[in-house]
């Protein structure tokens, strides 16, 4: 259980400091694969595996982080676009 949480702090550490630089689609699948982690890891630990369920819960994490910031952005370009239109259309 030790490790576990120096495991957990450690990660915790890196995603706060380490998500400078990223772009947004890019921060919410680290999101989603840390908190995929952790939960994975909390109910791996109920059953018995709290290494396996770790590991699951962070590959399905990044997966919906990825497709949850994929979609944020095609909202956010759509909405430009539909600013720049609005844009021309007034001149």
Excluded: D, K
Excluded at 64 to 85: I, P, T
């Amino acid at each position: 259980m030790r490790h576990f949480l120096l495991l957990m702090l450690v990660i915790a550490l890196l995603f706060g400091g380490g998500c400078a630089g990223l772009s947004p689609t890019e921060q919410t699948t680290l999101t989603g694969g840390a908190a995929g982690a952790a939960g994975g890891a909390l109910v791996g630990a109920i059953a018995g595996n709290a290494g396996l369920g770790a590991a699951i819960g962070a590959g399905t994490g990044l997966l919906g982080g990825y497709l949850y910031g994929e979609h944020q952005q095609s909202v956010h370009e759509a909405y430009e676009r539909g600013v720049q239109q609005g844009y021309r259309q007034a001149r």
